[in-house]
């Protein structure tokens, strides 16, 4: 059998964030319950590294080794986890409906209350 390959990241590099990258003309994008299959834009997310690191082996290996997962790049596993989550904040807090649309998010964190 052949060998997954080496996806460890440098560890040197202090990588910590993840951008997807598909051109889209407009800077805001509007959340909501109107689908648009297919459509990417890039963001950056800051993750833990440990989550990182185990995402990208596990993108690495599926799109090298497993066609059958569907798996070609991390954003397939990002995007359906990210969606499911939502669904189940959506679920819990807002009674299954979609929340209000947003055309751009404050910037920084919110202050603790």
Known sequence: MTQPPDAAPDSTSGVN???VSVA???SDQVTGTEARSGRRVQRTVN???DVLDRARAAATYLAAYEPSAEV???ADIVNPAVAAYVAELERR???GEAFRP???M???RPSRR
């Open 17 to 19: 964030e993840i951008t």
């Open 24 to 26: 889209v003309p407009g």
């Open 47 to 49: 993750f833990d590294q």
């Open 72 to 74: 070609r790049s991390l």
């Open 93 to 95: 807090y807002n009674g």
């Open 102 to 104: 947003v055309h751009r």
């Open 106 to 108: 404050p910037p920084g």
